[in-house]
């Protein structure tokens, strides 16, 4: 069967340090992987998007890599704040008649001072 | 700009009840996603759109229906609420395959 699996439901790390979220997924063929940060009670937001074709992207703190043989994307916050704080989604593109847009359920990341 | 709207916010319904949620969008977006969020269990995709007069089934399509009847809306609809379809629903949209989602702000359902 088809999965997006998320490492761990809840992450806690120290200010400061660096935050890596992982993301599995089996039995898709996504064109493109995508990462969200969902605050309570608001819709995701879109932070970083990365192509098969791509192994690492970067945006300020932010990094995401993507393994297709391993099927699998890391996602780093580097120098966390408490204001990091959040949960963070991964996603993939895959193409059936359309491209559709799956989520992963999400792991909460909490930031202590 | 007011990106995605979804009307109402909040709905209370009784089992065996219809209603119609709302969604548009202002952005010239093909694409249009509605999604269900329960606890634990992150976004499930119920029906996506990829152009104006296209729908296709997600992972949860059971128990409602859509429309897209032009380029700006696309609605969801629940012929005879569950109490299972309690769950707060959110509507996305992408301007390309591929190209990120934006969402709306969601809608908290609880049929009783």
């Known amino acids: 069967s088809q999965k997006i699996e998320q490492n761990s439901e809840a992450l806690n790390i120290q200010e400061g340090k660096t935050a890596t979220l992982t993301c599995n997924y089996t039995?898709?063929?996504?064109?493109?992987l995508q990462w969200y940060r969902q605050d309570p009670g608001r819709g995701p937001v879109f932070l970083l998007l990365?192509?098969?074709?791509?192994k690492e992207k970067r945006k300020e703190r932010l990094k995401v890599t993507f393994d297709t043989t391993l099927k699998q994307s890391l996602f780093h916050i580097t120098a966390s704040q408490p204001a990091d704080s959040a949960t963070y989604l991964c996603?993939?593109?895959?193409?059936?008649?359309?491209?559709?847009?799956?989520f992963g359920s999400g792991t909460r990341l909490s930031i202590q001072p | 700009n007011a990106g995605v709207t979804q009307t109402p916010k909040f709905q209370v319904l009784k089992t065996g009840q219809s209603m119609t949620l709302q969604c548009a969008q202002d952005?010239?977006?093909?694409?249009m996603y509605w999604y269900r969020q329960d606890p634990g269990m992150g976004l499930r995709l119920i029906y996506y759109?990829?152009?104006?007069?296209?729908?296709d089934k997600g992972e949860v399509p059971n128990g409602y229906n859509v429309s897209r009847l032009n380029k700006r809306e696309f609605s969801l609809r629940l012929e005879s609420a569950a109490p299972s379809q309690t769950s707060v629903y959110f509507c996305?949209?992408?301007?390309?395959?591929?190209?990120?989602?934006?969402f709306g702000q969601g809608t908290r359902l609880t049929v009783v």
């Open positions: 996603a993939l593109v895959v193409y059936s008649n359309a491209s559709k847009i799956i």
């Open positions: 759109s990829a152009s104006e007069g296209t729908t």
């Open positions: 039995n898709y063929s996504p064109a493109y």
């Open positions: 996305a949209s992408s301007t390309r395959q591929g190209a990120e989602a934006f």
């Open positions: 990365i192509r098969e074709n791509e």
């Open positions: 952005m010239n977006h093909n694409s």
